[in-house]
């Protein structure tokens, strides 16, 4: 391929770059590959809940900026107690001093903390994109992936997309053990109400068309942790088309700034029972 034949500048996951490479590689080869078109209007909601990510926050939003998809970062501040607010006036300023046709940002502030549940829920408020994702304000979860998990929906095969981390096929760093024994249980439980065959109900990388979270996203109560098994009941319990594909994962100590503990894992539990009973 010469560079006559593929122009650099044109953007990755368009339809010219797409009709380029299918043009030389095949059809075939592309769905082998995941090279498929975005629509040029399609918009990608990153929901972002913040809580002391002051080390973290910048480097994160300049991944999720870079990643080649019109997105619209909805960013909420959880009433952190470090310079992450700080970090977020000063990005708003940035931005409208000089706007990013790629990448609109709106900023929510908490003025009490009221925990990662609480700030998914502000989130899916102000989103309005085609496709809504959840991502974690830390590095544990990688934003060059959205184009594969965006994949099955783009394609009309599913509403709902997790990015599990024990699939396998992509890095992963190695700590605590019991931590993810504890992953396991609260997935294999919450499997055995919603009846789904997930391998990592307690995944960040949740991925929803705008039409599957539309009647979710007003129902939704937990505050901290229990989102995630809520959500997984609540998609359960409407039949949506779920899809599941394999993501790399760098998780961090609780040194390092891990916010989840036991305390969580306990309300999981109730939170899976209780969501199954009644929506």
């Known amino acids: 391929m010469n560079s006559e034949e593929f122009d650099v500048k044109v953007l990755p996951f368009s339809e010219k770059w797409y ?9 075939a080869a592309c769905r082998q590959f995941g090279i498929y078109a975005i629509p040029d209007n399609f918009l990608l909601s990153v929901v972002i809940p913040i809580y002391n990510e002051e080390r973290t ?9 870079a ?14 107690k470090d310079k992450t607010r700080e970090i977020l006036k000063q990005l708003e300023q940035e ?14 502030y908490h003025e009490v903390n009221k925990g990662k549940g609480a700030a998914v829920r502000t989130g899916f408020s102000k989103a309005t994109g085609d496709a ?13 992936e959205y184009p594969r998990l965006l994949h099955p929906i783009i394609d009309g095969s599913a509403d709902v997309v997790y990015g599990s981390r024990f699939l396998g096929g992509q890095e ?47 129902t939704l109560k937990q505050n901290r942790f229990g989102i995630e098994p809520e959500l997984t009941a609540k998609i359960a319990r409407r039949r949506l088309r779920v899809f ?32 199954w009973w009644k929506d």
């Open 19 to 27: 009709e380029t490479l299918r043009g030389t590689l095949g059809e």
């Open 57 to 65: 926050l910048r480097v994160l939003i300049d991944r999720v900026r």
């Open 67 to 80: 990643v080649p998809i019109r997105k619209q970062l909805v960013l909420v501040e959880d009433c952190s």
């Open 95 to 108: 931005n409208a001093a000089n706007p990013d046709p790629m990448n609109s940002i709106i900023v929510s």
């Open 132 to 144: 809504i994702v959840i991502q974690d304000a830390d590095l544990e979860y990688n934003p060059e």
């Open 172 to 218: 992963h760093r190695v700590l605590y053990f019991w931590h993810s024994i504890g992953n396991m249980v609260l997935t294999l439980v919450s499997n055995g109400f919603t009846n789904l065959n997930l391998t990592d109900m307690e995944t960040c990388y949740k991925m929803f068309t705008q039409k599957a979270l539309a009647d979710i996203w007003p």
């Open 244 to 275: 599941e594909m394999s993501i790399s994962y760098h998780g961090r100590t609780y040194q390092e700034g891990k916010h989840i503990g036991m305390k969580d894992g306990f309300q999981a539990l109730w939170c899976i029972v209780r969501y």
